[in-house]
């Protein structure tokens, strides 16, 4: 009896180490490279919208990923303006506060947004609508966020993540 008592308490104890998850902590200050997924127009999209990025390398942590290559990173129009006449210029910024990891621990982000302005016209619009009346209705241009379109996530606060 108390040899199966013995060889089941040994099963048990080898069951919980082969399901403990191991885990690294992602420290405050790190830099996590992403991606835009898409291109993003700031004429095509409102503000309050999620646009997505991506992260582009793993993050590798104590020999382990932390966070993998392609995890999908969740952001918010914070402007869009697109361009207009008398040479205005088009904005566009996107808060990105936090990634969600497939186990479902998310990591924030201090401060961090991607912001693209296109080039302000108004000064020749304005001169040369001086002589020639059409010329005010110059534009600037506009605000255009390409695919691949790169930015650098901080990571906020030390988080501790479960590995695979």
């Given amino acids: ?87 205005t210029k088009g904005r566009l910024v996107i808060n990105i506060s936090n990634l969600i990891l497939p186990s479902g621990e998310q990591i924030y982000f201090s401060n961090t947004a991607a912001r693209i302005y296109g080039k302000n016209r108004t000064p020749l619009a304005v001169i040369t609508g001086i002589f020639v009346w059409p010329c005010i209705f110059i534009p600037g241009t506009k605000a255009v966020m390409p695919e691949g379109y790169e930015i650098q996530a901080t990571v906020a606060s030390n988080t501790e993540v479960k590995i695979n």
Avoid at 23 to 41: C, E, F, N, Y
Avoid at 50 to 72: L, P, S
């Fill in 1 to 87: 009896m108390k040899k199966q008592f013995l060889v089941a308490a040994c099963m048990a104890l080898a069951t919980s180490f082969a399901f403990a998850q191991k885990s690294v902590t992602v420290k405050a200050g790190t830099i996590v490279p992403l991606q835009a997924v898409k291109q993003i127009k700031a004429a095509d999209v409102n503000e309050g919208e999620t646009v997505d990025f991506r992260v582009a390398n793993d993050i590798i942590v104590d020999n382990n990923i932390a966070i993998q290559k392609g995890t999908i990173v969740k952001g918010t129009v914070n402007e869009a303006k697109k361009s207009s006449i008398a040479g």
